[in-house]
């Protein structure tokens, strides 16, 4: 019987989790799996090769190369169907029609130049349209392009890539010639990583997989770099440092993602300034738009989206801001000025609504003019100059402190627990779990910081997603304590033996409870504290640390005080207390989860007057409030269930 309720009670809890995350579903944006990203990558790649290829064998009306231009049509036709085969996306119609209608144009041999013109537009509006990360990180190394090419390329290519390497002579197609000025403006520096990472079917060219993702923009940028004029770089060079083409070239996607063709004239300075970002990526790099200013630009473009009729790509533009932009320099105003740090919050939540409510195109303009107006305010206090040294200690405590208190709690209770009950042999799951969370926080922030960009919204998604798991977690763990929170339950719970009713499912939760409590926060705080670090200057670097080390001796005293008095308890009040500290902290995390998928644009937000209090997970919105309402109705018929049984 002790059986079938403990088995009622997982059921109800696994069906609280799931109905959580269907919520979360409900408005959430499209997010490809890694099977539909390589289906629009495979896109990109046949439009971007219809787009070099098809003028040079169709031409005055006439096919140059049958087999050539049956595979231009094989690309199109291809295309049509991996497109309808993606994510639906409110973009994904207009697509549709437009490659039909690039088919049907090379069904009728129109000319190159209308052909190559289709294939661009289309091969753009897909990268928009799922959010292809179409990109490099960093900044490509074309020394290291230089030394693969050498290595893997120059025997086809040949050692200056002009097609006329030793082993070019009996292949068919004959290899690229790189110094091709009419082909390579047709190609993208995307295009040319898509050609390195997925090769050329039916053709020598392989896919180079075993490079890393580095190595293949590196490569890219190279290649593309070979027919470079030099005194048209320096040319470039000179324009650059006088501000021309940085409307235009304003990130390295703006760069890869259109052919040179598509992005200047022939011999102008802004093709010039092309060609000098391509020798010179960390240019462009180091000219990136601070936080703040990337918030102000995708704000206008969220007015200009909404004026044309996209709602939806309003609303993505308007979470970007938050997300890559204003989220970045969150840590370091809420050092200087926290008030105004909660009221730009609450104004860009406000114009999500406000675009999600189809407003008047004016309300949504409005709403964008005052929270730039907000963000001109933050500018001023973060450039006031740098923290003192006390204010950096204070802050990097503070942020350790309020970061790292859910997850001491939580730590706390499990651990005095097993200590209470005799399962110090459970101890090692437990610390397992937190070091193994550590560990992957980290390993997870070097990825995002180094290797492939991890968005905003992802971050959010999974801080949202692993807060709602833990609380499942810890609503199981709080309620089998509280069912053994008597004498007679105790006892009977002794007799149907300790070790295989943890062993069975309690010990693998409260294992995963203290993975998740750490690392839900883990890659935000380093976040947080980068921005500190550089907020404080160099003479602020020791008091950041000096803050860090106190607030882990804080956090350390809060745990053993816990630890030291807990035990002291009689079993039933040791374990109502801890069930009831469980309880408190899962109805917290689900505050905060659902408040991480707000900011991630997964989960509408309906402000409302309530006071605001982010240490509990309390946020002034409908659904956050709702769904804690819920999960206390839970906890509370969860403890009568108990007291009821033992009655």
């Known amino acids: 019987m002790n059986k079938l309720k403990l088995f009622f009670l997982s059921n109800l809890l696994v069906q609280w989790l799931v109905m959580l995350i269907f919520m979360a579903s409900l408005h959430g944006t499209a997010i490809a799996a890694p099977a539909d990203d390589e289906k629009a990558q495979t896109i990109v790649h046949m439009l971007d090769y219809v787009g070099v290829d098809y003028p040079e064998f169709v031409q005055d009306g006439k096919v140059l190369n049958a087999e050539e231009y049956e595979e231009q049509r094989e690309f199109a036709t291809q295309a049509i169907t991996l497109l309808e085969q993606l994510p639906a996306v409110p973009e994904q119609p207009a697509l549709l029609e437009r490659a039909r209608t690039l088919l049907a144009n090379i069904d009728a041999k129109a000319p190159g130049s209308e052909v190559s013109s289709l294939a661009g537009q289309l091969r753009s509006g897909v990268i928009q349209a799922w959010k292809l990360n179409v990109a490099p990180r960093l900044a490509p190394d074309l020394a290291l392009g230089a030394r693969l090419f050498a290595q893997h390329c120059a025997t086809c290519h040949g050692a200056q890539g002009r097609g006329d390497g030793p082993l070019s002579k009996d292949m068919e197609p004959a290899p690229s010639d790189f110094h091709d000025e009419e082909r390579m403006r047709q190609r993208s520096l995307y295009g040319l990583y898509n050609t390195i990472s997925l090769g050329v079917g039916g053709t020598p060219m392989r896919a180079f997989t075993e490079f890393s993702e580095a190595d293949r923009w590196a490569l890219a940028f190279f290649t593309g770099n070979l027919r470079a004029d030099p005194e048209a770089i320096a040319h470039g060079e000179a324009a650059w440092r006088e501000g021309q083409g940085k409307p235009v070239f304003d990130s390295l996607r703006s760069l890869v993602a259109k052919a040179p063709g598509e992005q200047a004239e022939a011999g102008t300075a802004l093709d010039a300034v092309r060609a000098y970002l391509t020798q010179q990526p960390q240019a462009l790099q180091a000219s990136a738009p601070a936080p703040l200013a990337f918030s102000r630009t995708k704000l206008d473009e969220a007015v200009q989206s909404y004026a044309r009729g996209d709602r939806e790509g309003a609303r993505r533009l308007a979470i970007a801001a938050y997300l890559e932009g204003f989220e970045l320099v969150e840590s ?58 006390m204010a950096a200690f204070v802050s990097s405590l503070l942020i350790l402190l309020r970061e790292g208190l859910e997850a001491i709690l939580v730590l706390s209770a499990i651990i005095a627990f097993v200590i209470k009950t005799g399962r110090r042999d459970a101890l090692p799951y437990i610390h397992a779990g937190w070091i193994g969370a550590m560990v992957l926080g980290i390993i997870t922030w070097v990825v995002a910081s180094y290797v492939i960009n991890i968005s905003g919204a992802n971050r959010e998604l999974t801080e949202g997603i692993t807060a709602l798991l833990a609380a499942a977690m810890l609503l199981y763990v709080g309620w089998w304590l509280h069912s053994r929170a008597n004498a007679q339950a105790w006892s009977r719970f002794i007799r149907e033996q300790v070790n295989v009713a943890l062993g069975k499912r309690t010990l693998w939760a409260m294992a995963g409870i203290s993975f998740l409590a750490v690392y839900r926060e883990l890659f935000e705080v380093i976040l947080f504290y980068e921005a500190l670090w550089v907020q404080a200057g160099v003479e602020g670097h020791t008091a950041i640390l000096w803050g860090i080390a106190a607030a882990a001796v804080l956090l350390v005293l809060i745990g053993g005080a816990i630890l030291r008095y807990s035990v002291r308890l009689p079993i039933g009040p040791f374990f109502a207390v801890m069930s009831a500290l469980l309880a408190f902290m899962a109805v917290v995390f689900v505050g905060n989860g659902v408040a991480a998928l707000q900011e991630a644009g997964v989960l509408d937000a309906t402000a409302v007057r309530f006071v605001s209090l982010p240490l509990l997970g309390i946020y002034p919105t409908t659904q956050g409030l709702v769904l804690q309402a819920l999960t206390l109705l839970l906890i509370v018929g969860g403890f009568w269930f108990n007291r009821r049984k033992v009655a």
Request: without cysteine; glycine residues 6%; proline residues 5%.
């Open 332 to 389: 370091a105003l809420d050092n200087v000025d926290a008030p105004l740090r909660t009221e730009i919050e609450r104004e860009m939540m406000a114009l999500r609504a406000t675009i999600g409510d189809g407003q008047p195109a004016e309300a949504v303009s409005a709403q964008v003019t005052k929270v730039k107006a907000l963000l001109d305010r933050a500018d001023d206090a973060l450039s006031s100059g740098s923290l003192s040294p």
